[in-house]
């Protein structure tokens, strides 16, 4: 009988408090979202479980909600995985994601404090740091925090809370880990023009350079890599 091969995910968990349902849910939520294991990546109920000192229903519990955060896919007889979309799904997160910011950026601009804005030059600094260092890892979590940083001011908590969730969405894909050096440093030439925008709280200017970055992005994922497991084929859509 041939051995079953140890999910990628197992390793991955840490058990600080063994047993509480939030930390569960917590830590499985973390593992995807910081980029730890690919998409498809076997989620064993029962071992994860034994992992954590529980029985499988906390588990289970905790997958049900990554599923309804687009994070988990279910197969009946199939057992649960890290959600892999396809290249259009891909896409049209992405355009939820612009559409959501683009709504949020004006108010943010116009009710940025000096803290708001040390926060997002602090930020970009990291940007540029994971530029010089060719650090794709580093620039892809730090790309988000600058997008979180510029959005956040806003305080349209419903419209962040939505914005948040197309973000994790497409966070199994790690694109911007899977993209060339050069498209990453034409990206965050547009994050210095936004920055500049923003801190000189010019709307006008903000939303042209915020639409320029967007039309690159879809330019930029339009070229990922289609034959690494990272993106589903087109006849298999995304189905919680």
């Known amino acids: 009988m041939p051995l079953r091969r140890r999910s990628a995910l197992l390793?991955?968990?840490?058990?600080?408090?063994?047993?509480?349902?939030?930390?569960?849910?917590?830590?499985?939520?973390?593992?995807?979202?910081?980029?730890?294991?690919?998409?498809?990546?076997?989620i064993p109920l029962r071992e994860v479980a034994e992992v954590f000192g529980v029985s499988p229903i906390p588990v289970r519990e905790a997958l049900k909600t990554l599923i309804g955060e687009g994070l988990v896919t279910h197969e009946p007889h199939g057992g649960y995985a890290v959600a892999q979309l396809t290249a259009t799904e891909l896409r049209e997160m992405y355009i939820v994601r612009e559409t959501l910011e683009m709504a949020s950026l004006a108010r943010a601009a116009a009710n940025a404090t000096a803290a708001d804005c040390a926060n997002l030059m602090e930020i970009n600094a990291r940007l540029e740091q994971a530029i010089r260092d060719d650090d794709p890892v580093s620039y892809h979590r730090q790309s988000r925090n600058f997008h979180v940083a510029l959005t956040k001011p806003s305080r349209m908590f419903r419209l962040l809370h939505m914005l948040e969730s197309a973000w994790n969405v497409t966070e199994p894909v790690q694109s911007m880990v899977h993209i060339g050096r050069a498209d990453r440093v034409r990206l965050h030439a547009d994050h210095a023009l936004m920055l500049s925008a923003f801190l000189a709280k010019d709307v006008d200017r903000l939303l042209v350079a915020a639409e320029r970055h967007h039309r690159r992005l879809e330019t930029v994922i339009a070229t990922l890599p289609t034959d690494r497991g990272l993106l589903a084929p087109e006849d298999i859509s995304f189905s919680p």
């Open 11 to 42: 390793a991955r968990l840490v058990v600080d408090e063994p047993g509480q349902p939030r930390v569960i849910l917590g830590e499985l939520r973390r593992i995807i979202l910081d980029g730890a294991v690919r998409p498809c990546t076997i």
